[in-house]
């Protein structure tokens, strides 16, 4: 056979197959506990902050199911395209963006990219000024939810736009 015989293989991405398995129902208690874990992790946080917390750290996991929910959660509850689009460069976009904004987007970052090195005092201090201390115990929480769905839905490959 020569080559111009067969087409040359392609070597196959994330996107082109479905989820490699559905943890929902393969591990149902753990699911519903994420479940309640993240309910209890927004409580009484503005709901504009968790879906910019929950976007900015699924960027950064590169959890293309977590982006496309997120984005999409936040259209339905007002949020603009512009921030959404500037989101991934919210320090370059300071004027579409409040300053508690900015600290928690900081933090998200920090507490999201736990290789860089510990989450630096001065992001801690920073978002500290922006919150009360339960609020930022919240803001923490949220931050950790979404990493632990970034890394269910990464891990698990579940595919956007799909339940």
């Given at each position: 056979?020569?080559?111009?015989?067969?087409?040359?293989?392609?070597?196959?991405?994330?996107?082109?197959?479905?989820?490699?398995?559905?943890?929902?129902?393969?591990?149902?208690?753990?699911?519903?506990?994420?479940?309640?874990?993240?309910?209890?992790?927004?409580?009484?946080?503005?709901?504009?902050?968790?879906?910019?917390?929950?976007?900015?750290?699924s960027q950064i996991n590169h959890c293309a199911f977590c982006v496309h929910m997120h984005t999409r959660d936040a259209r339905k509850v007002g949020?603009?395209?512009?921030?959404?689009?500037?989101?991934?460069?919210?320090?370059?976009?300071?004027?579409?963006?409040?300053?508690?904004?900015?600290?928690?987007?900081?933090?998200?970052?920090?507490v999201t990219v736990l290789t860089d090195g510990f989450v630096p005092d001065e992001v801690y201090q920073r978002a500290a000024a922006h919150f009360?201390?339960?609020?930022?115990?919240?803001?923490?929480?949220?931050?950790?939810?979404?990493?632990?769905?970034?890394?269910?839905?990464?891990?698990?490959?579940?595919?956007?736009?799909?339940?």
């Amino acid at each position: 056979m020569t080559t111009t015989d067969k087409t040359p293989e392609t070597p196959q991405s994330a996107h082109d197959h479905g989820p490699r398995m559905r943890l929902a129902n393969l591990a149902p208690e753990f699911y519903k506990a994420m479940v309640g874990l993240d309910a209890a992790a927004s409580k009484g946080l503005d709901p504009t902050l968790v879906d910019l917390i929950k976007i900015r750290a699924s960027q950064i996991n590169h959890c293309a199911f977590c982006v496309h929910m997120h984005t999409r959660d936040a259209r339905k509850v007002g949020e603009t395209e512009e921030r959404i689009n500037l989101l991934s460069a919210w320090e370059e976009a300071s004027g579409f963006f409040t300053e508690k904004e900015r600290a928690a987007l900081a933090l998200t970052e920090a507490v999201t990219v736990l290789t860089d090195g510990f989450v630096p005092d001065e992001v801690y201090q920073r978002a500290a000024a922006h919150f009360e201390e339960a609020e930022l115990a919240q803001v923490i929480a949220a931050i950790i939810a979404i990493n632990a769905w970034n890394r269910i839905g990464v891990s698990t490959r579940m595919v956007p736009g799909k339940a």
